[in-house]
């Protein structure tokens, strides 16, 4: 589902959304030095949610599901090349693992794994601050 965005509150609605993507990726960095790892995943995967949300606020969007917000961020970033599809295939990964993180009984993800999360979300939050202002 689709949302505008007064256009007014943009710039606001985009520095808040990086500003908790920034949180939740020192909160994923904090859990994994402490061997958290999943909890580490989790935090990681919402710091890039919140930033594909700041994306979309840049085109006066939003959406009400996770699934939503990857269906737009493709569309409008992905397709039109504006953003690198690896991009997007990292958000789909990432989403996968969070539910694996927080639901799934038997999954303990690895440093590895972890860490490789903690550097995609870090680029995308780098990638979009220098590439999008509102």
Known sequence: MR????????????DILISRAEERLEEAKILFQKEHCNGAVSRAYYSFFETAHAVLIT???????HAGL??????HF??????PLK???FFKQAKEAR????????????????????????????????????
Request: no cysteine.
């Open 3 to 14: 949302f505008k965005i007064d256009p007014k509150n943009k710039k606001r609605q985009f």
């Open 59 to 65: 085109k006066g969007m939003t959406a009400k599901t």
């Open 70 to 75: 990857i269906a737009l961020f493709s569309l």
């Open 78 to 83: 992905i397709k039109t090349k504006k953003i």
């Open 87 to 89: 991009f997007v295939r």
């Open 99 to 134: 539910e694996e993180a927080d639901y799934g009984l038997l999954k303990k993800f690895t440093k590895k794994e972890t860490e490789k999360i903690i550097e995609t979300a870090k680029e995308f939050i780098k990638l979009v601050k220098s590439k999008f202002k509102v």
